[in-house]
């Protein structure tokens, strides 16, 4: 108690950035015979403009976690603060009062099929002080903010999976929310609709100083748009940093899994694995995935390599990629020559922040990658 006075007291003095405070929240759902906890103890700190993700496997909890945080899911445990309110000590017209200010869209849109799109947007609306002229000003402006002014009297049906999450967004931002929950709302559009989508609440972001939480299970989306992320497993938060802090430096393993998913390191290596051609491996050679983040580049240091350890290396994949204005590198290269020689190069790459994880072989069967990491 004394503690989390303690962190309310600072949170305070260092200005109360934070926009949604989860404390302790837990969810267990009881069916007739057994019981599940969906949520287990997750504390979560989301400040205001936080673009946050939160990433999980189907069934980790994370669509009951986002739930709470309008109380659309009630905790059984736990403590929900949203723009500094309490939210599970309002009363039902407060708590409809904050919610107004919670905005959220889903994977399948949740549109009225009867009504047009000026109205599904107006919909929120229905209860407001606005004049007739107002609302239909206020739902230009909006459908105009997600490029869709010519779609007025449109209705649902005429529309692409990427337009009606367009007009999803207007209706969520009608009642000028400060935070977005977005339950997997790319997870029924193709990739280059998912990236309009992206590019649309991002640019929210920015313009409107929107919070916006994201859950979703492809890091591909939270590689394009979060500026921090949250890893879920069984319910509980495992891991959680800033962007390139998880892309960098994961901890746990599954989120590594979806690391190398989204670098696609993982198709890289299965590739050069299956087929031999590929992997011409002589007794001394070492295969190993290479990686570094910032300014280091790859060629000075394969230069390096050769002319002080006469160690040659041969880059069987590579890819870079710009997150948050930070270049992140990844390589799968093999390393030839004479072991000592080898040991030495490896820990001089170590010694350039350059992470090294050799994926081991013997006799040139390669089995499954098992990965010793050199740190
Ligand atoms: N209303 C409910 N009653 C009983 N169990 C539930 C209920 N809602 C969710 N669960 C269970 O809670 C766990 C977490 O589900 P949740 O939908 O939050 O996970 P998720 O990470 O969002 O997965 P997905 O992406 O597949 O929806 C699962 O085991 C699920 O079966």
């Given at each position: 108690m004394i503690l989390k006075g303690r962190f309310f007291i600072l949170n305070y003095l260092e200005g109360g950035n934070s926009m949604i405070q989860l404390e302790q929240v837990s969810v267990t759902f009881k069916t007739k015979d057994q019981q599940i906890t969906a949520v287990e103890q997750v504390d979560l700190t989301v400040e205001k403009g936080d673009v946050f993700g939160i990433v999980g496997y189907s069934g980790a909890g994370k669509s009951t976690l986002v739930r709470t945080i309008n109380l659309l899911q009630r905790p059984t445990s736990g403590k929900v603060i949203v723009a500094d309110r309490d939210?599970?000590?309002?009363?039902p017209k407060e708590l409809r009062t904050a919610r107004k200010k919670i905005g959220m869209i889903f994977q399948h849109f949740n549109l009225m099929a009867s009504r047009t799109i000026a109205d599904n947007v107006a919909y929120p609306l229905k209860?407001?002080?606005?004049s007739k002229k107002e609302l239909s000003e206020k739902v230009s402006g909006l459908l105009e903010l997600v490029g869709?002014?010519?779609?007025?009297?449109?209705?649902?049906?005429?529309?692409?999976g990427g337009q009606k999450q367009r007009v999803a967004i207007a209706r969520a931002l009608a009642n000028d929310p400060e935070v977005l929950l977005c339950d997997e709302a790319t997870s029924a559009l193709d990739p280059k609709t998912t990236s309009s989508i992206l590019a649309l609440l991002k640019e929210l972001n920015r313009k409107l100083n929107l919070t916006i939480v994201i859950i979703t299970h492809e890091m591909q989306v939270v590689k394009e748009i979060c500026t921090k992320v949250a890893v879920m497993e069984k319910g509980r938060v495992v891991e959680e940093g800033n962007l390139v802090q998880i892309f960098t430096q994961p901890r746990k393993p599954i989120t590594k899994d979806f690391i190398n998913t989204a670098t696609h390191v993982d198709q890289g290596l299965e590739t050069i694995l299956t087929h031999p051609s590929l992997l011409d491996l002589q007794p001394n050679d070492i295969l190993a995935k290479v990686s570094y983040v910032g300014a280091t580049t790859s060629e000075p240091l394969i230069a390096h390599l050769y002319s002080q350890f006469t160690i040659s290396t041969n880059i069987l994949f590579g890819n870079i990629e710009i997150l948050q204005d930070t270049p992140i590198g990844n390589l799968i290269v093999i390393f030839s020559g004479e072991k000592i020689k080898s040991n030495q190069a490896l820990a001089y790459l170590v010694s350039k922040d350059i992470k090294v994880e050799i994926i081991e072989h013997q006799q040139n069967v390669i089995s499954l990658p098992r990965k010793q990491k050199i740190s």
């Open positions: 939210l599970l000590s309002l009363t209860h407001s002080s606005l869709l002014s010519d779609k007025h009297n449109a209705y649902p049906s005429q529309l692409s």
